[in-house]
Antibody, heavy 119, light 109 residues
Framework: QVTLKESGPALVKPTQTLTLTCNFSGFSLSTTGMRVSWIRQPPGKALEWLARIDWDDDKFYITSLKTRLTISKDTPKNQVVLTMTNMDPADTATYYC???????????WGQGTLVTVSS | SSVMTQPPSLSVAPGQTARITCGGDNIGRKSVHWYQQKPGQAPVLVVYDDSVRPSGIPERFSGSTSGNTATLAISRVEAGDEADYYCQLWGTSSYHPGVFGTGTKVTVL
């Protein structure tokens, strides 16, 4: 059974760095073709893909936020971590992690974690 | 960067067919995936690779592409189909950006 779950602070102050962790089970990021992405959704707005890390440690980022994002993985711990620097109120959103595998679609999602940026 | 445009909203009577479109330059060159998102819930994959239904998704959901437009059709619409729907693909640049459509709110009358 594949599951993913996001964790991190619910509230961060402007200019702080956000660190989110995706803990997953039921698959391994050492499996060829396995990938985990981070996606966010501001309240009442559309989904926005942020970053992806692949089984071979390739990493990809949305161009507009590339300088602020870092994605990493701890394969033995079944974790993917996203850091976002210099947080702004516009970064207030629900952050999801999601898996892609053979068909490149996001076939499993975490429940999401709401992050509010406010002083 | 890729832009995937969807109609903001769509209203449909129960039993009718809802057709949600997604327009973008890369459609036709890349596989399109569709997600259903109900309020307060994570998205759920309903169609992948343009037209394939994952296990457990009703046959009422179908996908197609033509030219630069992808379409998700929901036949015999039910009250439980009321949700936001998003298309998605992976871009063609070397950075492989993921791109979501702007989303469509489907209301069942």
């Amino acid at each position: 059974q594949v599951t993913l779950k996001e964790s991190g602070p619910a509230l961060v102050k402007p200019t702080q760095t956000l660190t989110l962790t995706c803990n997953f089970s039921g698959f391994s990021l050492s499996t060829t073709g396995m990938r985990v992405s981070w996606i966010r959704q501001p309240p009442g707005k559309a989904l926005e893909w942020l970053a992806r890390i692949d089984w071979d440690d390739d990493k990809f980022y949305i161009t507009s936020l590339k300088t602020r994002l870092t994605i990493s993985k701890d394969t033995p711990k079944n974790q993917v971590v996203l850091t976002m620097t210099n947080m702004d109120p516009a970064d207030t959103a629900t952050y999801y992690c999601a898996r892609t595998w053979a068909n490149w679609a996001f076939d499993y999602w975490g429940q999401g974690t709401l992050v509010t940026v406010s002083s | 960067s890729s832009v995937m445009t969807q109609p903001p909203s769509l209203s449909v009577a129960p039993g009718q067919t809802a057709r949600i479109t997604c327009g973008g330059d890369n459609i036709g060159r890349k596989s399109v995936h569709w997600y259903q998102q109900k309020p307060g819930q994570a998205p759920v994959l309903v169609v992948y690779d343009d037209s394939v239904r994952p296990s457990g998704i009703p046959e009422r959901f179908s996908g197609s592409t033509s030219g630069n437009t992808a379409t998700l059709a929901i036949s015999r619409v039910e009250a439980g189909d009321e949700a936001d729907y998003y298309c998605q693909l992976w871009g063609t640049s070397s950075y492989h950006p993921g791109v979501f459509g702007t989303g469509t709110k489907v209301t069942v009358l």
